[in-house]
């Protein structure tokens, strides 16, 4: 062990600066994918990245991909220390559904190593998991230990690193017995008021606002992230839902993540002056706490184009994409159209826990094609919801129903779209028999505000 005895290193703003990664940890060894790795059809593939796990363009996009990383292990990682007769061996791994083996595998490569992959039941015997582990200790050093004492972990998870790599660096001083070591680790993972990876007496961090960054948050939900559709059964009814859950320990994270939801920006091009994400919080009995957000036109306007701008790693973008897919569906109304509806039935069998790469397939590309290039049945200057009742009643009635009241400011752009009178009259405060006047006389009311039952022109 005398490599790391004689290793330098500086701390340098609270970050460790090891002089050895230029000879260690500097290259990558980007070599392309094995033939024998890719089983799956080529569409498939060209849903999910592969390359981002490889040609890196610059240094930058290395450090992106170990900030994404920080984030996927906040959810699906962890940092053991394992006992066996006479010694501990300390480990990180990764444990995730086996239909996500050919991840693990690319993971492999991008940090430049060779791990063997295990293949294990999970304790439900319901399904099959594969673990990713790194125990060597020149791996854990160079490797594990430059990534995540520069990039921090925001979960629990974070008071369990600083244990473990306490520990692990105390392993590799060649002046400390195995007897004594030992006694140190033994007694520390014993301490209650350490409960190195458990659940009681954790030490709380308090996320700050800057700290979730769109790579990092990304990593987190590809590991404990959701893309729902609710109601699937009534066209008339089906919404999307976007949730990630955490242990309610963790709820300064949850804090800090709905905090940087609510104050993303809608694109340019969003037809809404005043729309906002309205994520929330929920906690269920089981001690897991979930932030969701559901609302197609934040979704469509905000949320989305966000994720857009980083990269996507692991099995959730191919989720993530056929659930943007359905929010273009629904925000155009095409839904109701027949392509759009078979679409539609395609990629609720397929998405989540519907496991496509066992069963499922993935929807006709063809398809997709044809669905994006038509024309949208709703009229886009209108709220999802509106266009939603407007639609359905005038299906209905065989005629062209007016529902609702838009609200528009003084140089008539849209502001928003209320359900009904009693609606606009609660938020503004201004009587309903006042805003039907001003709706009849088509006013300007108090220098602010216009009234109206359809589109202005």
Avoid at 109 to 121: D, E, P, R, S, T
Avoid at 296 to 304: A, H, N
Avoid at 317 to 346: C, M, R, V
């Amino acid at each position: 062990m005398k490599l790391f005895n004689n290793l330098n290193y500086a701390i340098l703003n609270n970050k460790i600066l090891y002089s050895s990664f230029n000879r260690y940890f500097n290259s990558f060894n980007f070599s392309p994918m094995y033939n024998h790795i890719i089983k799956y059809d080529i569409y498939r593939h060209s849903l999910v990245n592969y390359k981002n796990f490889y040609e890196y363009k610059n240094r930058e996009d290395i450090f992106l991909f170990f900030r994404w990383l920080v984030g996927f292990v906040d959810g699906d990682g962890s940092f053991g220390i394992l006992k066996n007769s006479k010694y501990y061996t300390f480990t990180f791994e990764i444990t995730i559904h086996k239909d996500e083996y050919i991840y693990l595998q690319y993971l492999n490569v991008a940090l430049g190593l060779n791990q063997k992959i295990y293949i294990k039941k999970h304790m439900s015997g319901k399904y099959t998991l594969v673990q990713y582990f790194i125990r060597d200790k020149h791996n854990l050093f160079y490797k594990i230990l430059y990534i995540f004492d520069i990039y921090p972990l925001y979960t629990k998870k974070r008071f369990d690193y600083y244990i473990w790599r306490h520990l692990f660096l105390l392993s590799l001083n060649d002046n400390i017995s195995k007897k004594v070591l030992n006694n140190v680790i033994n007694s520390t993972l014993k301490d209650p008021l350490i409960s190195y990876n458990k659940y009681y007496h954790v030490p709380v961090y308090t996320v700050k606002p800057d700290e979730i960054d769109l790579y990092w948050f990304i990593g987190f939900i590809e590991a404990e992230g959701s893309f729902s559709i609710l109601n699937n059964n009534r066209l008339e009814s089906v919404r999307l839902e976007f949730s990630v859950t955490q242990r309610k320990e963790s709820l300064p994270l949850m804090d800090a993540i709905i905090n940087y939801l609510n104050n993303l920006k809608p694109i340019p091009s969003c037809p809404f002056s005043d729309i906002r994400l309205n994520s929330n919080y929920y906690e269920k009995k089981n001690g897991v706490g979930k932030v969701y957000l559901k609302g197609i036109d934040t979704i469509y306007y905000i949320l989305i184009p966000h994720l857009n701008q980083g990269n996507w790693y692991f099995r959730k973008k191919i989720d993530y994409k056929l659930w943007s897919l359905l929010a273009e569906i629904f925000i155009k109304g095409l839904h109701y159209t027949l392509p759009g509806n078979k679409l539609f039935k395609q990629i609720i069998v397929c998405i989540n826990s519907r496991r496509y790469f066992e069963n499922n397939p993935l929807p006709d590309s063809n398809l997709i094609n044809i669905v994006q290039n038509m024309k949208p049945l709703f009229n886009l200057q209108y709220t999802f919801e509106y266009n939603t009742r407007l639609y359905s009643q005038n299906r209905y009635w065989n005629k062209k129903i007016i529902i609702g009241v838009f609200l528009y400011d003084k140089d008539k752009n849209i502001i928003k779209w209320f359900k009904s009178l009693k609606d606009i009259s609660l938020e503004l405060n201004i009587p309903i028999r006042t805003i039907r006047n001003y709706i009849r006389d088509n006013k300007l009311y108090n220098n602010q505000y216009y009234f109206s039952r359809s589109l202005l022109k």
